[in-house]
């Protein structure tokens, strides 16, 4: 089981996230966060066509991938012990999962061929980065979803379903 598309939503992505997924979407919605977020929910789902950032700088885009992905290991880290896969706090660190990958798969390489290779790189250790966090991620929900299970089931009294001799009184 992976994080797929359909988990991201876009009033989780942080402030930097949310304005870079607008401008590579070329919209300039109101400075207020709830518009930026409608109008990028609106985009998505009339799947608005992607172009290449035009803020697009190898060394800040690099620096903003590993600050996203430290964001969210920490994110992580921090987690309650008892959290469900509906917790606010696994739904932003999905969607910024989601986020995260399709902005490394949209990293043009760089024209120079030292440089291309430098980034490939640079790609394969993120997409690792990304893979072992949401393993990370999973485990945690998955193992508290196990514990919380078990804790109810044992609580409650077994149901059988057996018919009982009734008196009946004359």
């Known amino acids: 089981m992976s994080i797929e598309f359909s988990a991201w939503e876009a009033r989780y992505l942080s402030l930097s996230e949310l304005e870079y997924e607008l401008r590579i979407r070329k919209l300039k919605p109101k400075s207020y966060h709830a518009s930026k977020v409608k109008a990028l929910d609106r985009a998505v789902a009339r799947e608005v066509p992607v172009c290449i950032d035009p803020k697009y700088s190898l060394v800040t885009e690099i620096e ?58 640079k790609k394969e250790t993120w997409l690792a980065n990304y893979l072992e966090l949401e393993s990370d991620l999973l485990e945690k929900v998955a193992i508290n979803a196990k514990d919380l299970s078990s804790r109810t089931s044992s609580l409650l009294q077994p149901s059988v379903n057996a018919v009982k001799g009734v008196p009946v009184y004359k």
């Open 64 to 121: 903003a991938i590993e600050a996203s992905l430290t964001s969210i290991t920490t994110a992580i880290i921090e987690l309650d012990e008892q959290v469900s896969a509906d917790d606010v706090d696994v739904r932003r660190i999905k969607s910024r999962l989601v986020h995260i990958t399709q902005r490394i798969e949209r990293f043009p390489p760089k024209p120079a061929a030292d440089g291309e290779q430098i980034v490939e790189e």
